[in-house]
């Protein structure tokens, strides 16, 4: 069967992202998918790679647009999965990647079945749309040349990866757990579930290697005969060592690194979950603080639960062990009493040290708002009362941080030396007795040394995960943000892109808001109350009134950054959960007020398209350079080296504060949406300058919401 013959058409598109989330496990259960509408099917990569998007995000996952150059397309095959790669040719379908590895490529075939075909097959599929314009002339290169026909397929192969060893193609959509998923099953989709199980595998099984190759030797030695037999088997034990510690250095490279990058991501998410009035109630100095945090989990907790898991397993060894010894049953007891002791100490520690903690940030706080308000206290405030409770906001941090120290020194100190005491204790009575043999005796203190040596890998990673879980307390709110539930909308709308779903009259309808509430969390009295409005497409509306009345949080409603309390906003007649919340915001646009708009550091041409689409097409960069000098940016384009290209922000090219102003408002018409909300958009610039401003901004925007002050 030829590839070709695997591909789902365009019209089943929607079950080959059901099948291949169900099949590769991303998605449990019956997992269906709507069929995509004809105009979607009949359409480009960017318009059907936002259909995918959003059929992902429906059902929980997401889902990634893959470029990849020629020279790389095996190497991403051989790792690449589960995914849609689309074939060459417009009507040509789509392949369900499964998974590639170096023996082959998996695919879901749209009879259900599983496919496997060669890496190569499927690369000179791929890379037949690129191979076409030149491959004529480089057969007929390697007949001129004289090549052999026996050798021509390599001589071949070899100058097409150098000729278009820089091309590009798109190779597909792949799809991947979605970052508020649950972590273990990220862990396991990511494959570092089976990293942890070869972990722990490979270090018992150097344990096992080493407890067997001194039981050789401590035998020989016990019994007074050492035989070169015994010795070489010795020596081979201890040489099969490598291997298992070459393992364990390996699957724990790879499990930190991994269970890193997705907390990393998941974080990032929970940052992008946050509502403004979230960020504003925290303010940056409390978010910067989260992110230095999660560098803190990151770090202690996988060292810590390295530590951790490894003493673990050491610590089942050494029962087994001193079960086997002099002291028997009761030595290993004595060892499972004095582990759960271990972790009660910990659970103290724990407690002191969140407490020591709490007393840290307070008077940190405190400090700093001294400090911020230092001149004004020296004005208004009288002398004595400059220092007042500064002392016994030391004292108590100084008294917390005694008791989390006494407990550390326990946790750190006390926990492997008093298993010392307590198991040479154990083995008391055995030794006392003179029952037992020289070699149980042997075997009983080589479990209490091994149980000691477990101990003390314990405290060290529960001190770890201890200062993981003080720093955890700040990561929290953001790792749990990320699974909130988020406004998908319907996939037959997705593909829009900033158009309605038809042509739009002027006349029609374009938002409905009846009957708007709203208010802050930090305010008892709405900031909206009963608010109306209708926008039909064409219209050009002033909003005016003074501060602090609620036109920049009505223009935040109406653009979709923040939800109302009660009341319906529509949009083309749909509302928010229909549309989902990127549809909607491609349908409407908004430059913010000035202080809440931003340059970022990047160059000129993205900050302008960054809504719009990055990276860009060369149609996209002609029409942000011709909406510019409409604007009056042509002699900054001009000024700068490289033009759109020029990098801009805080490191890079200073824009005015007028220039800022028209960028924020071409970034918001180039996203072509049916409404355009500026929001204090003139007031930086001069009346020339405006009028120009002005006149191109109503001849671009098929519908315009203006907010200004009277």
């Known amino acids: 069967m030829s590839l070709a013959a695997l591909a789902w058409p ?274 940056v100095g409390q978010l910067l603080g989260r992110v230095l945090e999660s560098e803190a989990v990151e770090s202690l907790a996988l060292s810590g639960g390295t530590l951790g898991l490894v003493a673990g397993i050491e610590l089942l060894l050494a029962a087994g062990v001193l079960a086997a010894g002099a002291g028997g049953a009761l030595h290993a007891l004595a060892l499972a009493g004095w582990a759960t002791l271990t972790l009660l100490i910990a659970k103290r520690y724990l407690r002191e040290r969140r407490a020591w903690a709490r007393e840290r940030l307070a008077l940190t706080g405190d400090m700093v708002e001294r400090m911020v308000g230092h001149r004004t206290r020296l004005a208004q405030e009288s002398r004595e009362l400059w220092h007042e409770g500064e002392d016994q906001g030391v004292e108590r941090y100084l008294a917390q941080s005694r008791a989390m120290d006494r407990s550390g020194a326990v946790l750190v100190a006390l926990v492997p030396r008093g298993w010392l005491v307590l198991g040479l204790l154990g083995m008391a009575p055995a030794f006392v007795s003179g029952r037992h043999s020289p070699a149980a005796l042997a075997v009983a203190l080589g479990g209490v040394l091994l149980a000691y040596r477990a101990f003390e890998k314990l405290s060290r990673g529960l001190w770890q995960m201890t200062d993981a879980a003080i720093a955890w307390d700040q990561v929290a709110p953001l790792f749990q943000a990320a699974a909130r539930p988020e406004v998908v909308g319907t996939p037959a709308f997705a593909a829009g892109g900033g158009q309605a779903a038809g042509p739009s009259p002027d006349g029609e309808m374009i938002l409905d808001a009846s009957d708007v509430v709203f208010r802050y969390r930090d305010r008892g009295e709405p900031v909206l109350r009963g608010c109306s409005l209708k926008v039909h497409r064409g219209e050009r509306l002033l909003l005016q009134g003074a501060s602090g009345g609620g036109k920049s949080t009505l223009a935040s ?115 072509g949406a049916d409404l355009l909300v500026l929001d204090e958009s003139f007031a930086a610039l001069d009346p020339e300058t405006l009028d120009r401003t002005l006149r191109c901004v109503l001849d671009r925007a098929p519908t315009l919401l203006v907010i200004a002050h009277p």
């Not at 080493?210 to 039981?215: H, K, N, T, Y």
């Not at 035989?227 to 499990?255: C, D, H, K, N």
């Not at 909607?584 to 908004?590: G, K, L, T």
Request: with cysteine; proline share 4%.
């Open 10 to 283: 365009a019209a089943r598109l929607g079950d080959a992202v059901g099948a291949l989330a169900t099949r590769s496990g991303l998605a449990a259960g019956s997992t269906a998918a709507a069929a995509p509408p004809e105009r979607v099917a009949l359409a480009g990569d960017q318009v059907i790679g936002r259909w995918i998007e959003a059929v992902a995000r429906s059902l929980g996952l997401e889902a990634e647009a893959t470029d990849v150059s020629y020279a790389g397309l095996e190497e991403v095959l051989r790792g690449a999965g589960p995914g849609l790669l689309r074939m060459p040719g417009a009507g040509d379908g789509f392949l369900a990647l499964l998974g590639g590895s170096r023996s082959g490529v998996r695919f879901l075939g749209p009879d259900g079945i599983v496919h496997r075909r060669t890496l190569r097959a499927v690369r000179d599929s791929l890379g037949r749309g690129l191979e076409a314009p030149i491959v004529l002339e480089v057969d007929q290169l390697l007949a001129e040349a004289g090549v052999v026909k026996g050798r021509r397929g390599r001589a071949r192969a070899a100058i097409l990866r150098e000729r278009l060893a820089d091309a590009s193609l798109t190779v597909g959509w792949l799809l991947r757990s979605h970052p508020g998923a649950g972590f273990w099953q990220q862990l396991g989709h990511a494959g570092l579930q089976r990293s942890l199980r070869t972990l722990a595998g490979a270090h018992a099984g150097q344990y096992l290697l080493w407890l067997l190759s001194w039981w050789m030797v401590g035998r020989g030695a016990l019994e007074g005969r050492l035989e070169p037999g015994w010795l070489a088997a010795w020596g081979l034990l201890l040489l099969t060592l490598i291997p298992f510690r070459l393992l364990v250095t390996w699957s724990q490279g790879r499990f930190a690194i991994g269970a890193g990058a997705l907390l990393k991501r998941r974080l990032l998410q929970g940052a992008l979950k946050h509502e403004p009035e979230e960020v504003r109630h925290q303010g």
């Open 557 to 671: 409603l109406l653009v979709g950054l923040r939800n109302p309390e009660s009341g319906l906003i529509l949009l083309h007649g749909l509302d928010r959960q229909t549309l989902g919340a990127d549809s909607w915001r491609r349908r409407v646009a908004a430059a913010p007020q000035f202080h809440e708009n931003h340059v970022l550091t990047e160059t000129l041409a993205f900050n302008l398209l960054m809504g719009r689409r990055w990276p860009a097409e060369p149609q996209d960069l002609e029409e942000a350079e011709t909406l510019c000098r409409e604007l009056g940016l042509g002699e900054l384009l001009d000024r700068m080296p490289s033009g759109l290209l020029q990098v801009v922000g805080e490191t890079g090219w200073r824009l005015s504060h007028g220039e800022q102003s028209r960028v924020f408002i071409a970034r918001a018409l180039l996203q």
